[in-house]
């Protein structure tokens, strides 16, 4: 077999114990001033009993954080090319902004006079948002994507009250984003699942037979989770706007059509924006994310409170909506993360912005081309900014998408993401984004094919894998039901 260059190679894996089984009695990692303040005695019923905080060394703590930090891969480390998720590069310009002194001190609860410059980037972002999505209405509220959704499906609830309807269904593709369901759901609708057709996409006729003026409108992935742009969606549109619905547009994978498509053109009503995905923030992690929403002019009213708004040269937060569903988040979103995506926005530019879009969609192609020889395609056709492969081809073998997943691991990979979407058995989907080279994707795509290989000359290679990674191969029920949080 020709041997494949792999960014991934055995070295130190530095095993690190609790900070309890570290430290050790008169260990101290600084020097604390003499107190020249007189000791107040407290009571023992006021004070309790004093936290068992282990005695270290400055080394200690130093070594502790650097190893666990070494455990870590992210996409500072190298290629991360989960499907559906949109792992690209987060420009350091960005985390500098978003750190600049007079922003971070910056109190949510101070007057607009003394806030302009905040004001300002909030302003300018609704608008960038606006003009990007063709959605001229924008709240920046919303901490996250499924918060996102959630306020969508707020403001879907809200409209249909204001018009005396009252409906109880909602429309859900097979091949939308996952948590669509569960924000239909917290709001008082019943998703209907809605299957794609033989080409990955929605039919239309299949939607005319489900609309009805019960159903509140549909939840529409676009590009959907197979990578696949859904070419009858103007259509699709008409059919649930006759019937007095609404068409909510989950713009998780904005950052394949950016500066491409018009989404109120294309029939959406409702999008919220994953701002980690698209505008290059960093992800959550369950901490501070956005998910800002864009809405029709009609629809403008029933957004979040309060919104940032412009009289004259000075900037302001209006309350007064009436209509308003009210707030989503407290004060005005995760300004900071605002700041991040405001920051890419400015620095990229629209022509940029429309590249981005452009070069993610042609990193996919070139890894479906290049792959569909060695893994099946889910679907043979042109794709976005991902593509679906399955495990089709490695049953014979005895190996399963998992063990090809946990072999990249030993490669240098942190693998796709695998199993998702549900339509598509043993689903392998691989996202490269706009911010990989070519050099560095051939180098994946070799190592692909090298572990397919592996997989008909040594099978229980890939059973055992990863092999050399800081945690071997987990049973992963009993980890999802029993998990250790050792290192």
Request: glycine share 10%; charged share 20%.
């Amino acid at each position: 077999m020709t041997k494949i260059k792999t960014p991934g190679i055995s070295g130190l894996i530095l095993d690190e114990p609790l900070l309890w089984e570290k430290g050790k009695k008169g260990r101290r990692g600084m020097s604390i001033p003499v107190n020249d303040v007189p000791e107040a005695v407290l009571e023992e019923t006021l004070q309790g009993q004093g936290p068992d905080f282990p005695d270290l060394s400055e080394v200690d703590v130093v070594r502790h954080y650097t190893r666990l930090s070494q455990w870590n891969f992210g996409v500072d480390t190298g290629m991360y090319p989960l499907g559906s998720c949109t792992m690209k590069y987060n420009p350091k310009i960005n985390e500098t902004m978003a750190a600049t002194p007079e922003i971070t001190s910056a109190h949510p609860m101070l007057d607009d006079e003394y806030s302009q410059g905040t004001l300002k980037i909030m302003y300018d972002l609704q608008h960038y948002l606006a003009a990007i999505t063709g959605l001229p209405g924008v709240s920046l509220q919303p901490a996250a994507g499924a918060h996102g959704e959630l306020t969508g499906m707020l403001i879907f609830a809200a409209y249909h009250k204001s018009h005396g309807s009252k409906r109880t269904k909602i429309l859900i593709p097979d091949t939308a984003h996952g948590t669509n369901p569960a924000s239909a759901a917290l709001c008082g609708y019943k998703p209907v699942p809605v299957k794609s057709d033989s080409n990955g996409i929605l039919n239309i006729q299949t939607v005319a037979e489900l609309m009805d003026e019960e159903c509140a409108g549909i939840m529409i992935t676009n590009p959907n989770t197979l990578g696949l742009f859904e070419t009858n969606i103007r259509k699709i549109a008409d059919i649930v706007h006759s019937k007095g619905g609404l068409v909510y547009g989950d713009g998780a994978n904005m950052n394949a059509v950016m500066g491409i498509i018009d989404a109120e053109k294309c029939g959406v009503d409702v999008m919220h924006l994953n701002l980690h995905k698209t505008f290059s923030t960093p992800h959550g992690g369950g901490g501070p994310g956005a998910g800002p929403v864009c809405v029709t002019e009609e629809l403008t009213k029933f957004l979040p409170t309060p919104l940032a708004v412009k009289d004259g040269s000075s900037y302001r937060l209006k309350y007064d909506y009436p209509d308003s569903i009210g707030r989503v988040h407290g004060f005005h979103g995760n300004f900071g993360v605002l700041v991040r995506a405001y920051s890419y926005i400015l620095s990229m530019g629209a022509d940029n912005l429309k590249k981005v879009s452009q070069l993610a969609v042609l990193s996919a192609a070139y890894i479906k081309e290049q792959l569909k020889g060695t893994l099946p395609l889910a679907f043979n056709r042109p794709c976005m900014h991902e593509c679906v492969f399955s495990d089709k081809l490695l049953h014979d073998d005895g190996v399963s998408t998992l063990d090809l997943a946990k072999r990249l691991i030993d490669n240098g990979y942190h693998p796709p993401t695998i199993y998702f979407p549900l339509v598509v058995p043993g689903a392998i989907m691989i996202e490269p984004t706009e911010t990989e080279c070519k050099e560095d994707i051939d180098q994946f795509i070799g190592v692909i094919k090298k572990i397919v290989q592996e997989a008909k000359e040594n099978p229980e290679l890939l059973h055992q894998a990863p092999t050399i990674a800081k945690v071997r191969r987990l049973d992963e029920t009993k980890a999802a039901r029993n998990p250790c949080l050792r290192g």
